[in-house]
Nanobody
Framework: QVQLVESGGGLVQPGGSLRLSCAAS????????MGWYRQAPGKERELVAR???????NYADSVRGRFTISRDNAKNTVDLQMNSLKPEDTAVYYC?????????WGQGTQVTVSS
């Protein structure tokens, strides 16, 4: 059984930073991509960032230049460094793994940006 465990969410002031981490465990066959999505109250879940290889990444326009995604293939982990956070970044952030054995989601971690 595959599990994605997220950590690193919390409350931060505007302009601050947070780092989210996600560790995937279990039998995962051939990971194609790892990423982070978010869902704010009353809104649909949206892609924040996705990493396929160290040189192939996708970012939402709203976070490009502020967020950085990284991946450790040996440990099956994906991190999201979030800098210059804004109130509109407030949401539940979900880790995502797309693999040959299926599509997996974490349980979500709350990020709140507020003064």
């Amino acid at each position: 059984q595959v599990q994605l465990v997220e950590s690193g969410g919390g409350l931060v002031q505007p302009g601050g930073s947070l780092r989210l981490s996600c560790a995937a465990s279990g039998s995962i066959f051939r990971i194609y991509s790892m990423g982070w999505y978010r869902q704010a109250p009353g809104k649909e879940r949206e892609l924040v960032a996705r990493i396929i290889t160290s040189t192939i990444t996708n970012y939402a326009d709203s976070v490009r230049g502020r967020f950085t995604i990284s991946r450790d293939n040996a440990k099956n982990t994906v991190d999201l460094q979030m800098n210059s956070l804004k109130p509109e970044d407030t949401a539940v952030y979900y880790c995502n793994v797309n693999s040959g054995s299926g599509l997996y989601w974490g349980q979500g971690t709350q990020v709140t940006v507020s003064s």
